[in-house]
């Protein structure tokens, strides 16, 4: 077993943690403090080639595999949780189905100069009624002519303030269930396309989100993302890639909250020697470095399968489940090694833990990735698409 990345994997994750390093972690908190879009980081990721990693470079994307893009998600979101999720949405909830379902004349329109970077996607599927059960959605899309007249709003849009498209889902064929859901792409200057008010969060307040409304939105045929009653699927394969974007958020913000708590344990006295020679932090800081690298374990072998062409659903829901809750209890005990100084803004890792525990909630909360991965043992027996 080859647990050594390859030449291209080394030169992302040299690349992205110096970027990380230098230009992203000193406006973090600030961003955080302000609520503020990092519209400069945002250009800078396109410029090196992180808005669309994983499309071909014939349709203006870098064309690396998907361990490096973890590797890259970890590394920016370890500087800034927010940028973090806004590269990861737009390369795994917004390229990555445009690049898989959209035919050639819409791939040039709807994809290069998004994979580029010149210009930003967002996904809808989120509903005010309807989260988990994304099946059972009120959206809808009438077929009137060669248009569809869409009607309905979506919400937790992350990108929708800033995004020039989205790739939204719904309903053609209500009586059809998840067979009667279908995807279109529709620009923000489509009419009837209302981006309402950013939402106020607790945390990855660089990184906004909205409800979008479709008031009567006309979208033509041309726009349809697939085959009507493909939309459900289309919806569930991509989130099986976006999870292993949100797993390597998840690590990246575990990663940083547990640097600042072991250098802080080197520098803190308390009953005369600095907190890393007493036992009680050692053993934090043992089980907060253990759960990070299983978690990167269970988000490369997600990316690894992803790479093969192999279903991956079972496997990704693992890794950010996973991923996700090892973030929240690292942040957590990173807080507590802070003490007091955890507690208050002038450190970091009170953002750290604002910022872990949305990994728990979007595409697919810890919940939704218990009852995918019950599922899937279920269906096929105990072993994954491994064998083991
Ligand atoms: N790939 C391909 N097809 C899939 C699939 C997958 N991963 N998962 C399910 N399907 C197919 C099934 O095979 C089935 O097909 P048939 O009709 O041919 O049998 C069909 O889809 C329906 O599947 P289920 O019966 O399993 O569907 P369900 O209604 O029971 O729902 C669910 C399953 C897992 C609960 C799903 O609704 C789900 O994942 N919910 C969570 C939604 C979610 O993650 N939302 C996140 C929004 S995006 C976001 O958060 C963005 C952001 O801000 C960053």
């Excluded at 410029?47 to 595999?65: A, H, N, Q, Y």
């Excluded at 959605?137 to 498209?165: H, S």
């Excluded at 090892?326 to 833990?353: D, K, L, S, W």
């Amino acid at each position: 077993m080859d647990f050594q990345l390859d030449d291209i994997q080394t030169q992302i994750r040299d690349m992205t943690q110096d970027f990380a390093a230098k230009e992203i972690r000193p406006v973090a908190s600030a961003l955080d403090e302000e609520s503020r879009y990092p519209e400069e980081l945002v250009k800078r990721l396109a410029e090196l080639g992180l808005m669309g990693m994983m499309v071909p470079e014939e349709w203006g994307g870098t064309g690396v595999d998907a361990v490096s893009y973890a590797i890259a998600i970890e590394n920016i979101s370890w500087g800034c949780a927010s940028t973090g999720v806004i590269m990861s949405v737009n390369n795994s909830l917004y390229c990555d189905p445009v690049e898989k379902f959209a035919t050639d004349e819409q791939k040039k329109r709807h994809l290069a100069p998004f994979a580029s970077g010149a210009k930003l996607g967002c996904f809808g599927l989120t509903e005010p009624m309807s989260g988990s059960d994304a099946q059972h959605m009120n959206t809808r899309a009438e077929k009137k002519g060669d248009k569809y007249i869409l009607r309905g709003q979506k919400n937790f849009i992350t990108n929708g303030p800033q995004a020039d498209a989205i790739v939204v889902f719904a309903a053609t064929d209500p009586s059809k269930g998840s067979r009667g859901t279908t995807a279109f792409v529709v620009g923000r200057d489509a009419k009837g396309y209302v981006i309402e008010p950013k939402d106020k969060k607790l945390g990855i307040r660089g990184s906004h989100s909205c409800t979008i409304t479709f008031d009567e939105c006309e979208v033509s045929e041309a726009d349809r993302l697939g085959d009507e009653g493909q939309g459900f699927k289309i919806a569930m394969g991509t989130l099986d890639g976006g999870r292993i974007g949100i797993a390597a958020q998840a690590l990246g913000i575990a990663r940083a909250a547990y640097e600042a708590a072991r250098d802080w344990s080197l520098e803190r006295k308390a009953f005369g020697v600095p907190i890393s020679q007493h036992q009680a932090i050692q053993f934090k800081l043992a089980d907060m470095a253990t759960q990070i690298d299983a978690a990167r374990m269970l988000t490369w072998r997600a990316a690894y399968l992803k790479d093969k062409g192999v279903r991956h659903s079972r496997e990704s829901a693992m890794a950010k489940l996973y991923a996700s809750e090892v973030a929240m209890r690292v942040t957590t005990e990173a807080i507590q090694i802070f003490g007091g100084y955890g507690y208050v803004t002038e450190y970091p890792v009170e953002r750290h833990f604002r910022d872990a525990k949305i990994c728990e909630i979007y595409e697919g909360t810890s919940e939704i990735q218990r009852i995918v991965i019950a599922a899937n043992l279920l269906k096929s027996g105990p072993f994954g698409a491994l064998g083991y």
